[in-house]
């Protein structure tokens, strides 16, 4: 069958964009409810996510055809690529709002403009937050509505990428809160550390949350319905994906994390070891779910496509119209 | 748009400011030409559109019986017009053979090297020493052999004894001619034997497709579920190779149950009894364990078909590939047409004969060249004779009397290809120095292709005409660039051996330095000093046109005009020619025993013999190698050996894949893409396994011709551009007694093989795998047994042929079947009556002088000169047009006015020089043809109606009334 | 109104490949580019009782397209007579159409240069069509068996028509809901 399409800068973007998502969507949360006025904390938290919607972005456009004009996607109304795209850039427009508000912390030079910015501070934070959100539910929805994949074209797909999204975000969180740009204040450091033992708990459930509805959802595939779905849940439950499945994302990326959680108290498992198995985990799913972009076969279409000449086959570039040898 | 260079597009052809990709036709200066496909034998029309000199596009013609369908090669040929790897230039080897070293020379300076080359080799060493290998037809191949005529070698060959000519020897032995011809619409029963339309002859399929929704039975014989076996109504899936077997039973069959055609057989038919008694032993249950088929099977089909008449029989290509019981295969085939009475009859097989309206292929031959002692040193014509010349001098002298025409010497004459390798290596029966190699790559063509890479690395002088750089021309001494498709007009003329004729027109002059075929054997000729009287035709549309010529079809001044208003020629239908004038055949009826192939010591009626290598008769052999090979069947979407370089086509069929059913492929571990090894006793290829229950559990189906001209041939010479490794040939044996004894030629069907996986240490084709023997044995390299002592695969039987009662008179030949005298030379018959008799014409001749005799003017005439002479042989004089009797009585009633003069012989009026011609009534003057009254010889003045006293000026009416002015 | 659909005679395929190779030479593709590939899934059954049928495949140039709306950049598009096709001058190459397609019948080439890429798939031979509003597409010229017949549906006279109305036709994949406009005449062994 003919099928991956998608290469890995566009994995690696969904990773990206969710991770940023999440981180957005969490720092709104807490900038808003739990720790109110303590934005600075979440300045570098902030500038992570916007480096990864930036390396995102170059995934993206560089995986483009034609790259030089990207722009065009927002020549029509409906595609669901084309809001997915709107969302990451006003995400990232005002997260690097909010961050500038903070930028004349380590550069006097923008002090003016910090400055002007800083009432607006967690407003731009706000918004950032809700795009933020969008970009994290994008991912997965633009994958399930793509129903000639049936493994990807369930309801539970967003749920995962979205959970998955905000997991990998509190995990960035907890490694890159409070510091540079902004300044910090001694009672700015105490508030990270809660939002740090809140980010504990937090991604304790989202773990949890994360394991049940990706098991849910393979082990649902796997048993039952679809042929298609079912034959590549199979193949992550007992084909050539299951050691990566069951060993890298449930064990390294989900469990052991989560039982470092738990019981890792503030060692360096639980407060380094852990949020980085996280995010890998998270990185992992992404390469899989988009790797299994298996589509009904129509009778007889593997063995063709698997008759038909590889692309470095020598005759392919032997010769060259135009370029007579004799 | 710029089309990438990756595309298999061509660049240049897209206007840049626009994303269309098509061309548009409609644009100015854009011509239409209607030319033919030139990539197989189907040659379907082909539409070009030329704009500035070169061909813009191509589509299928959709007037033409291809109904504009074109195959994966027909849509190609723009792309192989302009492929890079064509061969632009003549090459001249610079290197050592084989190290791809060449340099460009002009065309004509590689025509005289190579000329002063093979006749110095003629002085030293006999005409002889050179030899010429073709292949399928892509080629003019009348000029070929009018080349070697003239150059005085018998020694050319193509791979036709895999192809027909075996086949259409039998049958004309049989019947007189080769009823190749099916009237498929009257016909209530096909059987597609061997043959699979749906996988070479499209245009044919689409025909067979839409015959069968009306009716038709299609009975398909093949050992694959082939395309065609797919759309059959009854398959016969028997062993490979055991065709004969099972056409022996089939007539078994038909004879023991009554079923023939009783009345036709009683008419016509000769030794009828003979052969009843003859196949009695060839039951169906004495078929099924050699044919793997129910003996229920066997009747059943043969039910089919003699139930079902009129019906036909497709030649296919198997019958002339399965080795020793080839030609026993087609000749047990062609009784069983003529015994349910299907030959020349509406809906039957028809029987074309060649060419009478128009000039045949042999006409073209210049055979008259070659003299007697040359033609017997044909190489392999002591063994094989039903293809060499003794068996084609007495087919052609035969058709020569019953049609008035024959069979050309090319593909029905011809040297046995493999001897000729063999002799090249051992010089035996004598040392082939050159071989002039045209249109093939004989390494994945012809048969043991481990010899025969051996005998072109070792040919002392090569020389190669091709398209591309093969592995044969890599070895060779120049190669010549050949103009194809769309570069040369087209003349389909089925191999000289029918009475149609097709045409298709050169689109665009040849690109770069490439010439036609006939341009080199023209050029090569007149530089080896051959008469220039003997080579007067440019080009292929001159030829063509002399070709055409006496058909004098209307507005027809060229052969491009032919192409134009005509494109073909078909003769106004006739079949049951037989009835009128007989069969073909020495005796003028079916010879159920062949006279013709008992003369040559064959036996009369097809006996049975098996294949080389088979469980049955060669127990020990199958022990070994227990699995049955077929190989040789055609496959979409290559021809033979050619189209690997298309990219467009390779890419869908990049690799090379055997076919092995499921149930053996897991007793062997093979699973579907795996590489492996097919190995018989001759040697071993990889290829990879399809396995799929299309073929019997204890066969594998190899497809032929796989090369790989992507690699540097250079780079292996032990097996150059893999042109081994995955070939069928190097599987296939040519020893004399694996060959048909008759035809010569050798099995790709039925050979025993094993087959399995290429292990991690043992995938690659190594430098033992290459070795060539003679006979063919991986065991034993080198050569062990000199061609000249091997055996056949069956004795000659002694042939006593009858006295004639009386003496032959000078001058005639005697048929002792028919006990009829012929005229030497012209072939005509000595009838009761004193007359000869011409059989194209059924014309009377003089015995005497040959003349014609001419009903209509009780006279004889002679063709050659146009002079008409008495029945007394006294040329008949002439005056003013008006024949005179000088000597004689006035033989008509003369004018009262008029005198008789006897020393002229006609009538004069006075002194005047006028000549009297009776049958109008005018006298004519002998100077300018003018008409004058026989009353006073005044001139007839057709302007205006009036007579004219020429003396006076005066006119008259035509009652001699003046008119005055 | 005009609504193109393409009606193949399985019965009368027999997987020459033609119609490929003529596609791919006339539309000038890339090498890896296959707009029509002739799947078969080999001989099914048990020796000798086996059968083999051929599917000819191609854009189903479906009425409800799975492949237009999600097209970001407005290139893949469809027009009135239901020719789905793809402009290059817009296409971002994004691949999503190519990812939305059940069928699998759309591609950027590999071969062409890495930043001059764009989605191709079949167009019914749209520029073909362009400069001749009467011609067929290359596929259905160049079957030598006539397996492909093509034409206009809502023309109760065209023969696609007469076909689908009189002859049992199958679709693929019918329950993505895509109303496919191939229309599939099986080879169920029996005749044409």
């Known amino acids: 069958m003919k099928h991956h399409y998608w290469e890995p800068p566009i994995a690696l973007y969904l990773f990206l964009g969710g991770l940023a998502g999440g981180i957005l969507f969490l ?69 690097l709002l909010f961050l500038l508000a903070f930028i004349g912390d380590a550069w006097p030079i923008f002090a003016g403009l910090s400055g002007l910015l800083k009432p607006a501070a967690d407003f731009f934070l706000i918004v950032a937050g809700f795009f933020g959100l969008c970009i994290m539910m994008y991912t997965g929805i633009m994958l399930s509505t793509l129903k000639a994949h049936a493994f990807w074209a369930t309801p539970a797909l967003p749920v995962l990428f979205t959970i998955s999204a905000i997991s990998t975000g509190c995990a960035a969180i907890v ?20 939002v740090l033992e ?87 799913l992404r390469f899989m779910v988009v790797n299994t972009d298996d589509r009904a076969e129509i009778p007889g279409e593997n063995r063709y496509y698997n008759r038909l000449a590889k692309n470095d086959a020598e005759f392919i570039t032997k010769w060259t119209y135009g370029d007579n040898q004799f | ?91 001249k080897r610079v290197g050592a053979k084989g190290e791809g070293k060449w340099e460009k020379i002009p065309y004509d300076q590689a025509i005289q090297e190579v000329a002063d080359r093979l006749n110095q080799i003629k002085d030293e060493s006999g005409a002889e020493a050179v030899a010429s290998a073709g292949g399928t037809t892509r080629t003019d191949d009348w000029a070929r052999r009018r080349f070697l005529n003239q150059f005085g070698t018998p020694n050319g060959f193509h791979n036709a004894l895999l192809c027909w ?192 309206n128009y000039l045949t292929d042999e006409e073209m031959e210049l055979n008259e060249c070659l003299p007697e002692e040359q033609k017997a040193k044909q190489i392999g014509s002591n063994k094989f004779k039903l293809t060499s010349w003794p068996g084609y001098q007495m087919i052609s002298d035969n058709a020569k009397r019953t049609w008035g025409k024959t069979l050309p010497t090319e593909w029905f004459c011809e040297a046995h290809g493999p001897s000729v390798f063999k002799a090249i290596i051992t010089g035996d029966p004598y040392q082939v120095r050159a071989l002039i190699v045209n249109a093939t790559n004989p390494i994945n063509s012809y048969g043991d292709a481990k010899m025969t890479l051996q005998a072109l690395k070792q040919c002392e002088f090569l020389v190669v005409v091709d398209y591309w750089m093969t592995p044969t021309a890599l070895f060779a001494d120049y190669v010549f660039p050949a103009a194809g498709a769309l570069e040369r007009p087209t003349i389909v003329t089925h191999y000289g051996a029918t009475d149609s004729i097709m045409g298709g027109r050169r689109a665009i002059q040849p690109k770069y330095d490439r010439h036609t075929d006939m341009t080199f054997w023209r050029k090569l000729g007149l530089a080896c000093g051959q008469d220039p009287a003997n080579w007067p035709w440019e080009t292929e549309e001159e030829a063509y046109f002399h070709i055409l010529e006496p058909l004098g079809l209307g507005g027809v001044e060229s052969y491009n005009d032919f192409v134009d208003y005509y494109r073909m020629y078909y003769p106004p239908l006739h079949q049951n020619k037989f009835k009128a004038n007989g069969f073909w055949t020495p005796s003028g ?63 869908l069929y990049p690799d090379p894949y055997f076919s092995i059913n499921p149930e053996l492929a897991e007793k062997l571990n093979i699973a579907y893409g795996d590489w492996c090894w097919i190995e018989t006793r001759r040697g071993r290829i990889k290829m990879r396994a399809n396995v799929e229950p299309e073929v019997h559990p204890n066969v594998v189906f190899a497809p032929r011709g796989w090369w790989f001209p992507e690699r540097d041939g250079s780079a292996d010479l032990d097996n150059p551009f893999g042109c081994l490794e995955s070939n069928v040939n190097v599987l296939t044996s040519v020893d004399d007694e694996h060959c048909d004894p008759m035809g010569g030629s050798w099995a790709n069907r039925g050979l025993m093989c094993k087959v399995y996986k290429c292990g ?98 009780e006279c004889l005439v002679d063709d050659e000169t146009g002079k008409m002479y008495t029945m007394e042989r006294e040329e008949i004089v002439f005056a003013a047009g008006v024949r005179c009797y000088p000597g004689q009585a006035a033989p008509y009633e003369v004018p009262e006015n008029l005198t008789w003069n006897q020393e002229k012989g006609y009538a004069t009026l006075g002194d005047k020089p006028y000549v009297y011609d009776p049958n109008s009534g005018w006298m004519l003057d002998p100077d300018n043809g003018a008409f004058h009254d026989a009353n006073y010889g005044w001139l007839y003045d057709a302007a205006t109606g009036h007579l004219v006293d020429e003396a006076t000026g005066k006119h008259y009416d035509m009652s001699y009334a003046p008119v005055e002015e | 109104m005009t609504r193109y659909v393409m009606v193949i005679d399985q019965r009368r395929c027999i997987g020459c490949h033609s119609c490929t190779v003529a596609c791919r030479t006339w539309n000038k ?55 789905v096709w793809v402009d290059p001058k817009k296409c971002l190459s994004c691949k999503v159409c190519v990812n939305a397609c059940p069928y699998g019948m759309r591609d950027a080439s590999h071969l062409e240069d890495r930043m001059h890429r764009y989605v191709r798939k079949c167009t019914f031979c749209r520029d073909k069509r362009q400069l001749d509003p009467s011609a067929q597409p290359y596929c259905v010229l160049t079957c030598h068996q006539k397996a492909r017949i093509f034409g206009d549906l809502d023309d109760p006279n065209s023969e696609v028509s007469k076909l689908i109305g009189s002859v049992k036709t199958e679709r693929l994949f019918e329950e993505f809901g895509t109303e496919p406009q191939i229309y599939y005449i099986p080879d169920l062994g029996g005749k044409a």
């Open chain 1, 27 to 95: 720092a709104a949360i807490f900038n808003s409810f739990v720790v109110p006025g303590y934005a600075e904390v979440f300045a570098l938290p902030v500038l992570v996510s916007l480096v990864c919607v930036a390396i995102g972005c170059v995934f993206l456009v560089v995986d483009l055809g034609q790259p030089g004009v990207f722009w065009r996607v927002w020549t029509t109304s409906k595609s669901i690529i084309k809001w997915g795209a709107t969302f990451l850039v006003i995400a990232a427009v005002f997260a």
């Open chain 2, 760 to 857: 991690e240490y043992d995938k690659e084709y190594k430098k033992e795998d290459t070795q060539f023997s003679i006979p063919g044995s991986s065991s034993e390299p080198g050569v062990t047994v000199m061609p000249s002592d091997q055996k056949l695969a069956r004795e000659p039987i002694p042939f006593e042929k009858p006295e004639p009662a009386e003496a032959v008179p000078e001058g005639y030949e005697w048929v002792w079947q028919s006990n009829t005298l012929y005229q030497k030379g012209t072939h005509f018959r000595l009838d009761e009556s004193g007359w000869l008799i011409n059989p194209r014409t059924k014309g009377y001749h003089d015995a005497h002088t040959g003349w014609r005799y001419d009903a209509a003017n």
């Open chain 3, 29 to 83: 593709l890339p090498l890896d580019i296959v707009y029509n590939p002739v799947v078969t899934e080999g001989a099914q059954g048990t020796w000798p009782n086996v059968h083999k049928s051929w599917q000819p495949l191609l854009c189903m140039h479906c009425e409800n397209p799975e492949c237009v709306p999600c097209c970001p950049s407005g290139a893949s598009q469809q027009d009135e007579d239901g020719t």
């Open chain 1, 198 to 284: 809140i980010l504990h708990v937090v991604d304790i459930v989202l773990v949890i949350a994360e394991l049940i509805v990706l098991l849910t959802m393979v082990l649902s595939f796997a048993g039952a319905g679809n042929e298609t779905a079912k034959a590549a849940a199979r193949r992550w439950v007992k084909g050539s994906y299951a050691g990566l499945f069951w060993v890298g994302m449930v064990g390294l990326g989900l469990v052991v994390p989560l039982v470092m959680y738990i019981g890792g108290g503030h060692s360096a498992a639980a407060t380094l070891v852990a949020p980085i198995l996280v995010l890998c985990g998270g990185c992992l």
């Open chain 2, 1 to 91: 748009m710029e089309i990438s260079k990756t595309s298999t597009g061509l660049k240049g052809l897209v206007s840049p400011d626009t994303v269309s990709t098509e061309v548009d036709i409609h644009q100015d200066g854009v011509t239409m030409v209607k030319s033919l496909c030139y990539f197989c034998h189907a040659n379907c029309g082909v539409l070009a559109y030329v704009k500035d000199g070169d061909v813009i596009k191509i589509e299928g013609d959709p007037d033409y019986s291809n109904q504009g369908g074109l195959c994966c090669r027909g849509t190609s040929a723009l792309l192989h017009v302009n492929h890079p790897a064509r061969i632009n230039h003549a090459l």
């Open chain 2, 165 to 356: 000519i075996p086949t259409f020897m039998a049958e004309t032995c049989v019947a007189g001619w080769s009823p190749f011809e099916t009237d498929l619409a009257g016909a209530k029963c096909l059987i597609l034997w061997g043959m699979n339309p749906g996988a070479s002859t499209l245009g044919g399929m689409n025909g067979y497709t839409d015959l069968q929704k009306n009716g038709l039975k299609i009975v398909v014989v093949d050992p694959r579920y082939s395309e065609t076996a797919s759309k059959a109504d009854l398959w016969l899936p028997l062993r490979p190779g055991s065709d004969a077997a099972l056409a022996l039973a089939m007539l078994h069959t038909i004879i023991y149950e009554g079923l023939v055609n009783w009345e036709f057989v009683g008419e016509w038919c000769d030794g009828f009894e003979e052969l009843q008694e003859h196949v009695a032993e060839y039951t169906p249950e004495w078929a099924a364990p050699i044919t793997w088929l129910e003996p229920d099977q066997i009747r059943q089909a043969a039910r089919l078909y003699a139930m079902n008449t009129p019906g036909c029989i497709q030649w296919g290509c198997t019958w002339d590939q399965i080795g020793r019981a080839s030609t026993t295969g087609s000749h047990a085939i062609a009784l069983m047409r003529a015994v349910c009475g299907n030959l020349d009859v509406p809906g039957g097989d028809g029987m074309p004969g060649p060419a009478l």
């Open chain 2, 589 to 651: 009826k079916v010879e159920c025993n062949s006279t013709i192939l008992r003369e040559l010591g064959y036996p009369g009626m097809p006996t049975y013999i098996g294949c080389i290598e088979n469980e049955i008769d060669t127990p020990e052999i199958a022990e070994e190698y227990p699995i049955v090979l077929t190989t040789g069947g055609g496959f979409m979407p290559y021809h033979h050996s050619e189209h690997f370089q298309m990219q467009g086509i390779r890419y």
């Open chain 1, 175 to 194: 490694l890159s809160i409070g510091g540079w740009p902004a300044a910090m204040t001694l009672e700015s450091l105490f508030v990270s550390e809660i």
